[in-house]
């Protein structure tokens, strides 16, 4: 299963499970699975946890993992999932075996989808990107991104299609109809 599907709640695991990849999304999701008590086991085929992770944020999750007893292990490929739900391993040149595990969840080679983004840019002149249609990672850098265009709307840092209505003091879209009663 992908991690974005245990994120989102279309797939529930069972109490053991592997997460492979240790960026932003494996880590977020390790640490979802872990606070549920899960027992977590991290693999990363590099030797660094949470690379393009914010490095306060990147603390606490790591933190958080090691005081709910997850494993991690970097310079780890997996090579096979068995039919038991036991996992093969190269971990630094040596084989190994991990598991069995009721669930895997791939979190690796994620990559951003920015195709509504080019269709709106075609059609509007002011779009904000954020999330991961920038770039894949933390839940809580796409909070921050979407805070700061907020912060840019309210100020009028943003130009149209964006504006402040004289009469109800709200912002709207410049391409429409807009009554001024809020």
């Given at each position: 299963?992908?991690?974005?599907?245990?994120?989102?709640?279309?797939?529930?695991?069972?109490?053991?499970?592997?997460?492979?990849?240790?960026?932003?999304?494996?880590?977020?999701?390790?640490?979802?699975?872990?606070?549920?008590?899960?027992?977590?086991?991290?693999?990363?085929?590099?030797?660094?946890?949470?690379?393009?992770?914010?490095?306060?944020?990147?603390?606490?999750?790591?933190?958080?993992?090691?005081?709910?007893g997850a494993v991690l292990l970097n310079c780890t490929r997996v090579e096979a999932i068995e039919a038991d739900g036991s996992d093969r391993i190269q971990r630094e040149g040596q084989p190994g075996l991990l598991g069995p595990f009721d669930n895997v969840v791939l979190a690796a080679g994620y990559e951003p989808n920015d195709e509504i983004v080019q269709q709106l840019r075609a059609r509007m002149p002011a779009v904000q990107?954020?999330?991961?249609?920038?770039?894949?990672?933390?839940?809580v850098q796409a909070i921050f991104e979407a805070a700061e265009v907020a912060r840019a709307i309210q100020s009028s840092r943003l130009t149209p299609p964006f504006t402040k209505c004289l009469r109800c003091s709200t912002f709207v879209t410049t391409r429409g109809p807009h009554t001024g009663r809020g």
């Open positions: 299963m992908f991690a974005r599907d245990v994120l989102l709640g279309r797939h529930a695991t069972g109490p053991r499970v592997l997460v492979v990849g240790a960026g932003p999304v494996g880590m977020e999701v390790a640490e979802y699975l872990a606070v549920q008590k899960k027992q977590v086991t991290i693999v990363e085929f590099t030797d660094r946890f949470g690379v393009g992770q914010e490095d306060g944020h990147l603390y606490w999750v790591m933190e958080t993992l090691r005081n709910l990107v954020i999330g991961d249609a920038v770039k894949p990672r933390s839940a």
